[in-house]
């Protein structure tokens, strides 16, 4: 549940997350003169006599030295990374006000999308029932983005309110230059072909994100001085204290698939890595896995794994569909992390072969059925137990008389487990739920 617009975002959640990058690039790189918006533009505009040229403005010399260190970065960072670099990065020091601006400014083409994300969102229990997605995502972005890379408008930016580049600032601009320099390498504006298949979006966003990630933590070993890691440090406390009643009000479903690739992306790109063989990320960035699991369990990348088709699901009477997505890993992940007494492992989420998703709607009725396949019986066990605690924790629901059913205050849910087979739906009442389930 993300910003849509293709960018690459980066969270500012305390010292775990250092930068953060949303979906797409546009070919680019960083010449000898890597252009820097002046901010000297603005100041001409507001000047109090009225002189409309800026032309007579004096440089300012401090933004000259943002160009000049960013350029650095850009050099230091494709040698680190062993990508050419070919043409010119933009790049611009904003607000966080500004940067809110930038990153949802095309929220408008998407609300369709959006309102449909946000309806299953609120049947599964994800977002509460009086919130609205795209103000959710507007106080994410706002509260936990220190930078980011347009690859439509060919962009970087930096969140800074102070001068010159801190090196909390620095390390943000290298993750930056590593997304430029994959989208030389390889068209990452085709996350926008994933609208239907989150699972997808997530595990290419995962790779992407792990080699910036790690590529950001080499440079500032490489490139900073003791005392500007121990500067960088204090600004990292610092940012904690100040957005972690912010972020912490957020649904947690929303934070947690924001931060996903940047957690699970840094070690899979590791494994594949292993003995500093950047030859396999690079192929990873040609041919990325399609799905979460592969992020979790990188030996099922390596060996080609293909998901099992999944069917569940039937629009129950007066229903219409109203959405139909891969439902992967990540998301028995997040079931584990929202249920009362449980908490994810790599195990049951690595266990996942196939998954699906699908809504319908009736009105202001939402039923949803969820089927999950995995690779043992035992996995699968394991899963079905949690399914009604999470149901429980989420929605408040207490068995509804039979050995499947569990009703809530506003919906109940019906499970249906089959050997390796979970499924399972929410809906307004049991009748409906057991319709959406085939039943």
Request: hydrophobic share 40%; aromatic share 6%; with cysteine.
């Amino acid at each position: 549940m993300p910003p849509k617009r293709s960018l690459l975002l980066v969270p500012l959640l305390g010292a775990l997350l250092l930068a953060a990058c949303d979906d797409e690039v546009a070919p680019q790189g960083a010449s000898d003169e890597a252009p820097v918006d002046a901010p000297e533009e603005e100041d001409a505009a507001d000047d109090p006599n009225g002189d409309d040229g800026a032309e007579d403005a004096e440089p300012d010399p401090e933004d000259a030295d943002v160009a000049a260190r960013f350029e650095e970065i850009v050099d230091q960072v494709a040698e680190l990374r062993g990508l050419p670099v070919d043409g010119d990065i933009p790049f611009e020091v904003v607000s966080s006000e500004e940067i809110t601006e930038i990153a949802l400014a095309d929220a408008e083409d998407d609300l369709e999308e959006i309102a449909r994300s946000e309806t299953v969102a609120k049947a599964l229990h994800q977002i509460p029932e009086d919130t609205d997605l795209l103000e959710l995502n507007e106080d994410l972005v706002e509260a936990g983005v220190a930078g980011m890379y347009v690859p439509e408008d060919d962009q970087a930016y930096v969140v800074s309110d102070g001068d010159g580049l801190s090196p909390l600032e620095q390390v943000t601009v290298a993750h930056e230059v590593v997304h430029a320099l994959q989208d030389q390498y390889i068209d990452l504006g085709i996350l926008d072909g994933f609208e239907d298949d989150p699972d997808a979006a997530m595990a290419f966003s995962s790779v992407i994100e792990g080699d910036a990630v790690r590529l950001q933590e080499q440079w500032a070993t490489a490139h900073l001085t003791e005392e500007q890691q121990q500067q960088r440090q204090v600004e990292e406390r610092q940012v904690a204290q100040e957005q972690q009643d912010t972020l912490l009000s957020l649904p947690r479903a929303l934070l947690e698939s924001f931060v996903a690739p940047y957690v699970a992306g840094p070690q899979f790109v590791g494994t594949i890595t292993q003995d500093g063989d950047l030859d396999a990320l690079d192929a990873a960035l040609e041919d990325p896995p399609t799905t979460m699991v592969e992020i979790y369990d990188p030996s099922l990348y390596v060996d080609g794994f293909e998901p099992e088709p999944v069917e569940v699901g039937a629009a129950p009477d007066g229903y219409e569909p109203l959405a139909s997505w891969t439902w992967g890993a990540f998301e028995v992940a997040l079931l584990l992390e929202l249920a009362d007494g449980h908490s994810s492992t790599p195990e049951l989420p690595g266990a996942w072969r196939g998954g699906q998703l699908e809504a319908f709607e009736d009105g202001d009725d939402v039923a949803v059925a969820i089927g999950w396949t995995f690779a043992d019986e035992d996995a699968a066990a394991q899963v079905c137990e949690v399914v009604p605690d999470w149901h429980a924790t989420v929605a408040d629901s207490e068995p509804a008389g039979s050995a499947d059913a569990y009703e809530g205050p506003s919906d109940a849910l019906v499970v249906d487990c089959d050997g390796t087979d979970v499924s399972f739906a929410v809906a307004p009442d049991v009748e409906v739920a057991r319709a959406a389930l085939g039943g």
